[in-house]
């Protein structure tokens, strides 16, 4: 059964190095996160939003909260043969008692064993992090493709990261940076799901694409990540065999799509 690298402070240089060169040879970056919840709800359904409004109510959540967990599952192939390896970073600098939050979602974590006071103490600095993966050879390549499942906050907050600075105040800005950081290679498998007349989320499609949890356990960063990278390789096998078209590439589901 493979692991899930924990990353903190005292091991951050040290499996970056492992990450520069594994970037190498990965081509595909899969990613998930944890966060504080949602603090600002739409008036109605996210559906019934248009993609600009969607858009704006994940910015003014990103940018109002302060990210958990990050993971990062990096893939040399999507066949059987292919290598992965997870890591989970654990960020500093959330104090639930502090910093705005949704309490039903700390909770949550909480129930699911995340220790808010380890990552408090000794969590990777994010400013850190951000030089470390501009530097990775995973972000600005064109040859990795990223994947995620309902990824309008994930990527949102590797963003926030990565810039260090306000997001974007529209949807075509915010798009436009997407794709000079991440690539025009974006896949949400939430969106390929509704291609393929499946629904629900990470947990129930996993499922229903007879795709078992690896390791670890759910809501944290680094499992997620690995259980999305899976399910993403059992989707391509059953439904897009020849290939995922690039029509298909860089729709956010919660943006662009609800």
Known sequence: MQGVRQVWKHNLEHEFAVIR???RYCMYI???TEYPGVVFEAPTHPRNLSAEQRCQLVLKNVSSLKLIQLGLTLSTSDSHDGISITWEFNFRGFNP???LNAPSSIELLKSQGLDFWANYHYGVDPQRFAVLLWSSGLVCNPSKTWIGFHMAYDIAYLMK???????PDSMEAFLKHVRCCFGSRVYDIKYLCKLCGIYGGLEKVGGILDVQRAAGHAHHAGSDSLLTWDTFRSMKANFFRSGIEATHAGIIFGIQES
Do not use: S, Y
């Open 30 to 32: 899969t990613i998930d």
């Open 21 to 23: 060169d594994f970037a």
């Open 97 to 99: 008692l502090q910093d």
């Open 161 to 167: 990261l990565l810039t260090g600075r306000e997001l």
